[in-house]
């Protein structure tokens, strides 16, 4: 059965540190991996990792899939209150279907 | 580039009573997901539709829940009879397949259901 596992369940952290927000999977016909930040709201897409592109950053956001251990990571440096949000990590599958993990909520605090 | 709009973006029922949200996702994407998300648990696919073809309804609870997309652009879903337990966010979400990178998946605003 196709799964994705993210951990931990719920962070909380003071403003300026850095989180890393994990997330494994066990895909058939992996294609993609992605992360979506999801505040009171749909989920807003943050990155997309695949065999050709495993490493991203975006600000203070990056992330790395390490297809070996069939995982990936999302860090967070000098975090902020509006980083607070639940974070999803995604695996697409070459028909073109995802499979999400039940997020890890991330709370930072003044 | 529009994203993937949806309606109604709340709703109120009573259990046995029946609802239906509709989508529409990004131009020239084929292929449109429903899922259904629960406070604290992560989207739970209902339905997926390649065009006007169903790719996977396997967790779509055909008893109560329909949905279609009959010319292969909108789609609707309806739940009839609602009961408590369909309370959740309808996330209506679409994707284009692109052959050699990866495929991204973008998320409509969401519908939120409330059974009372």
């Known amino acids: 059965e196709d799964k994705v596992v993210q951990s931990p369940l719920s962070l909380v952290v003071h403003e300026g540190d850095t989180v890393t927000l994990n997330c494994s999977y066990e895909?058939?016909?992996?294609?993609?991996l992605l992360w979506y930040k999801q505040e009171k709201k749909a989920p807003t897409f943050l990155f997309m990792l695949?065999?050709?592109?495993i490493e991203k950053k975006s600000g203070r956001l990056s992330s790395i899939l390490d297809k070996k251990e069939l995982s990936s990571i999302l860090n967070i440096t000098a975090t902020q209150t509006g980083d607070s949000a639940i974070y999803l990590c995604?695996?697409?599958?070459?028909?073109?279907?995802?499979?999400f993990g039940t997020g890890t909520s991330l709370t930072v605090i003044p | 580039e529009a994203g993937v709009a949806q309606s109604p973006r709340y709703k109120i029922i009573e259990k046995r009573q029946s609802v239906a949200f509709w989508c529409n996702p990004i131009s020239g994407h084929a292929t449109l997901y429903w899922y259904q998300q629960i406070l604290g648990q992560g989207p739970k696919l209902l339905i997926q539709f390649q065009n006007n073809g169903v790719v996977d309804d396997s967790q779509l609870p055909k008893d109560r829940f329909s949905a279609e997309r009959l010319k292969g652009v909108d789609s609707t879903l309806k739940i009839q009879p609602a009961k408590l337990e369909d309370s959740a966010v309808y996330l209506c979400?679409?994707?284009?397949?692109?052959?050699?990178?990866?495929?991204?998946?973008?998320f409509g605003e969401g519908s939120w259901l409330t059974v009372v």
């Open positions: 995604a695996v697409g599958n070459t028909g073109n279907q995802f499979y």
């Open positions: 695949t065999s050709s592109g």
């Open positions: 979400a679409s994707s284009l397949v692109e052959q050699y990178s990866g495929n991204t998946i973008y």
């Open positions: 895909v058939t016909n992996f294609r993609s």
